[in-house]
């Protein structure tokens, strides 16, 4: 069966470091996106891509990248991680824009910055 | 800015009661979507409705929209303690810039006592 994954699940890091969270989807989709979720604010859209080599800033993208080498992949990288970005990450996907643009989402990534 | 705000933030109600969770939004869409999270979860897609249908049904979901009032409404009738989670609206912009993306809104967290 087609899914959408994200790894790790956990992690804990310190202030400074780079950190990369993964994305893998099997839907052969190609919108991809990254939300962070935060108590209060519900989700919000960090970056997202329509494709191979396409990226897009979202409405928090300050201090996170993306890039697409690939459909299946869409990995976020915190440059230098900071304690406000102690978040729970979620990626999702969707077929190309045109249709009901119904979102698939991972299991999440629970980050924590010290 | 959230394009979507649910209403009420919590709802506690016994098992076998209905519950009904309402969402409104500002600007004109295509669709709009309900999705269920539960605890430490992602986000899954329940139903959706589009601009051109006033009510849908799932199984024990109902969903209203009235366009002229931009405002939707999920009911779940008799409801479980499986029920139990957190629901969003998502809608996708109407019109001929649409960007493939979803601007969800905040979440109900609904509880269903046993």
């Known amino acids: 069966d087609a899914e959408i994954t994200q790894s790790p699940r956990h992690k804990i890091t310190e202030t400074g470091r780079q950190v990369t969270l993964a994305c893998h989807q099997t839907w052969n989709h190609n919108n991809m996106f990254w939300y962070r979720q935060d108590l209060g604010h519900g989700l919000r859209l960090i970056h997202y891509?329509?494709?191979?080599?396409?990226?897009n800033k979202g409405e928090v993208s300050d201090g996170y990248s993306v890039s697409r080498s690939n459909t299946e992949d869409l990995p976020l990288t915190l440059e230098s991680a900071a304690s406000s970005q102690t978040s729970v990450y979620f990626c999702?996907?969707?077929?190309?824009?045109?249709?009901?643009?119904?979102?698939?989402f991972g299991p999440g990534t629970r980050l924590t910055v010290l | 800015s959230q394009q979507g705000e649910e209403d009420p933030q919590a709802l506690s109600i016994q098992e076998g009661e209905n519950a009904t969770m309402n969402c409104s939004y500002k600007t004109s869409i295509n669709n709009l979507q309900w999705y269920r999270q539960n605890s430490g979860r992602g986000l899954v897609h329940l139903i959706l409705?589009?601009?051109?249908?006033r009510e849908k049904h799932s199984g024990r979901l109902r969903v209203t929209l009235d366009t002229s009032k931009k405002s939707s409404s999920l009911l779940i009738t008799a409801s479980r303690a499986a029920d139990t989670a957190s629901y969003f609206c998502a809608t996708k912009g109407g019109g001929s810039g649409n960007t493939g993306k979803l601007i969800f809104g905040q979440g109900t967290t609904l509880q269903v006592k046993p």
């Open positions: 891509s329509y494709g191979v080599h396409d990226t």
């Open positions: 999702a996907s969707s077929e190309s824009p045109g249709g009901t643009d119904t979102q698939y």
């Open positions: 409705i589009r601009s051109n249908e």
